[in-house]
């Protein structure tokens, strides 16, 4: 027993020192980018546990809106409810660009700051997107939302424009778009969206701890002027609540039924 535990001993100990030979010490050794999980389309690009939304592409870049995450270690964060703007490559990967809008904020705002419907420009240098807000305390209040358009690389910057998307529907009992939904760059200078009601109602049931729950309901087509910070009707806009850019230069739209 006592030679068996001895030649046991010698072979253990060369293994331990190769164990230790495979880094040296306190080196690190940096993951590579796993990137997408899978190259079957479609395929997830995101694995977040809180709400990926809006994306637009770009380029080689996609941008969207990322709820909450940044605001964990805030006191003064609403908790989870506001959303920043990160950046993939279009194939998926890591993050390469996040920006949120609480650097903008003092812990004295406690209000919920939401930015999304973001879309970069076809030179990638500007980035448009809806900015949101409003006090956190009450499901139903909403301050502003304003179409903005800042530099790519500092969204928190002041804005380039900032301007209010006011559109309201001809009817007996007219609705008032106030958001600005679908945004995309006709070019440099010009962009285009679907002028949004946002609807927000009580769900059925539940006796008086009904949630209270949002839908984005798009009204009409509109296009704005960078450089004046105009927004005028698109011809034969009203309506519309889906549209697509047409090879003629024309432009693709799909319109609400309205009853006779």
Known sequence: MALRARLFALILVPLAFAACEHA??????????????????????????????????????????????????????????????????????TIERLF?????????????????????SPDGTRLAFTWQRGPHVS???ISDADLVVTPADRPTATPDVRVVVNYAEAG????????????????????????????????????????TDTLFVPLALQDLDVATGVITDVPGGDSVIAYAPAPSGHVWVVREPHPD
């Open 24 to 93: 040296a010490p306190g080196s690190v050794q940096v993951p590579t980018d796993a990137g997408p999980f899978s190259a079957t389309l479609p395929r997830r690009l995101t694995f977040s546990v809180l709400n990926d939304r809006t994306p637009s592409v770009s380029g080689g870049s996609i941008v969207y809106a990322r709820q909450g995450t940044a605001y964990a270690d805030l006191s003064y964060s609403p908790k989870g409810r506001e959303a920043c703007l990160a950046f993939l490559p279009v194939d998926g990967g």
């Open 100 to 120: 949120c809008p609480h650097s903008l904020l003092s812990p004295a705002d406690t209000f919920v700051n939401t930015w999304f419907e973001p879309s970069l």
């Open 139 to 141: 499901p139903l209040g």
């Open 172 to 211: 007996y009992i007219p609705r008032r778009a106030t958001h600005a939904g679908r945004i995309t760059w006709l070019d440099g200078g010009r962009l285009r969206f679907l002028a949004t009601w946002e609807y927000i109602f009580k769900v059925r049931g539940g006796g008086a701890d009904r949630v």
